[in-house]
């Protein structure tokens, strides 16, 4: 399967525990953006990263939430300390680099669930 | 700062009848318009993309949008539709002066195609 991977597929935390969401960007992208789908909600925007670069992070909430795209290896969004609030579907997707005119193509998500 | 509105949550049809899904945006600037389609429990395929040139545009799957810039529209239509067709929908825009294609998203409406 050559498309964008994400797992894990479903992620049950207790609150206060730690979330690791990992996105595989497709073969030959190098820009790889996050979004959040809260129920009956639209994407929202969270984070834009080149390998090893953070370009645009104005969609993160300010505390708990990081993200990364190591040199070698998937992109992490990592969330410390979850609450109920972060119960939403994490989507990753990726592009070759280039400017807006680059269609976004997108994982199966992520399933993030707080009990 | 750039927002997207799709005025029908759902959106009820019998097979083989014509469907449009509308969608209007607002941006101070220009912009790139898309057509997203999410299955249950799936990521996001794109469907169709405006960049620049002919207004009407065709996508995969029979669908087709106009790009209407007086009225700041995008809507989405399919002359016949088929149970398969049922899923979400979503409206999407990026900025052509950025040097990426960060996406905003309308809320999505829900196509539901019935016998």
């Known amino acids: 399967n050559a498309g964008v991977m994400q797992n894990p597929r479903h992620l049950v935390r207790r609150r206060g525990q730690e979330a690791r969401l990992r996105c595989s960007p497709m073969?030959?992208?190098?820009?790889v953006y996050w979004y959040r789908q809260l129920p009956e909600e639209g994407l929202k925007f969270m984070v834009y990263l080149q390998k090893e670069n953070i370009i645009d992070e104005s969609g993160m909430p300010k505390e708990r939430f990081s993200a990364e795209f190591p040199k070698e290896g998937p992109s992490i969004l990592r969330i410390q300390q979850v609450v109920r609030g972060d119960s939403a579907a994490y989507f990753c997707?990726?592009?070759?680099?280039?400017?807006?005119?680059?269609?976004?193509?997108f994982g199966d998500g992520t399933r993030l669930s707080i009990l | 700062a750039q927002s997207v509105t799709q005025l029908d949550s759902q959106v009820p049809v019998f097979e083989e009848a014509p469907v449009e899904l509308r969608c209007n945006y607002s941006?101070?600037?220009?912009?790139?318009l898309f057509w997203y389609v999410q299955y249950p429990n799936q990521g996001l395929q794109l469907l169709l993309k405006?960049?620049?040139?002919?207004?009407l545009v065709k996508g995969i799957n029979g669908f087709e949008a106009e790009f209407n810039k007086s009225q700041t529209s995008f809507h989405l239509r399919k002359p016949s539709v088929h149970i398969s067709d049922t899923a979400e929908y979503f409206c999407?825009?990026?900025?052509?002066?950025?040097?990426?294609?960060?996406?905003?998203f309308g809320k999505g409406t829900m196509l539901l195609v019935s016998p």
């Open positions: 997707a990726s592009s070759p680099p280039s400017g807006a005119d680059q269609p976004q193509h």
């Open positions: 073969k030959g992208h190098s820009h």
């Open positions: 999407a825009v990026s900025d052509p002066n950025s040097g990426y294609s960060t996406l905003t």
């Open positions: 941006s101070s600037v220009s912009v790139y």
């Open positions: 405006y960049l620049s040139g002919s207004t």
